[in-house]
């Protein structure tokens, strides 16, 4: 497992745990060395999504989408974002995408 993989596994547990403080923290740490990771940038949206954070949440899922269009996870997250802030038409589009691409993979 490499240092990346292993941090990122410390974010996923502290979300896990509850700990939106200690993931928030590493993934600022990771994200100034590994900005284009998708995985972190949707973590790090999550995080801040939880947060009630949402300037800084829709621009990390964003960019996670960018770096990567069909990461399931960013797609399912921008939905339920979109939904909370009110944009039934970017929701509906994203959750459009996310189950054409659960449906490629099964």
Do not use: P, W
């Not at 590994?34 to 995985?39: D, F, L, Q």
């Not at 964003?62 to 339920?80: F, G, R, T, W």
């Not at 509906?92 to 054409?100: L, T």
Request: net charge neutral; glycine share 4%.
């Amino acid at each position: 497992m490499t240092k990346i993989e292993s941090n990122l596994d410390f974010i996923k547990k502290s979300i896990k745990d509850g700990d939106l403080a200690d993931a928030r923290i590493m993934g600022e740490k990771l994200i100034i060395i590994h900005s284009a990771n998708a995985e972190l940038n949707y973590l790090l949206g999550y995080v801040y999504n939880k947060l009630n954070l949402v300037q800084r949440a829709e621009e990390y899922l964003n960019k996670a989408i960018n770096l990567d269009s069909n990461h399931y996870d960013a797609l399912v997250e921008l939905s339920l974002f979109y939904e909370k802030s009110g944009d039934s038409e970017k929701a509906s589009s994203y959750r459009e995408r996310s189950f054409r691409l659960a449906n490629k993979i099964t």
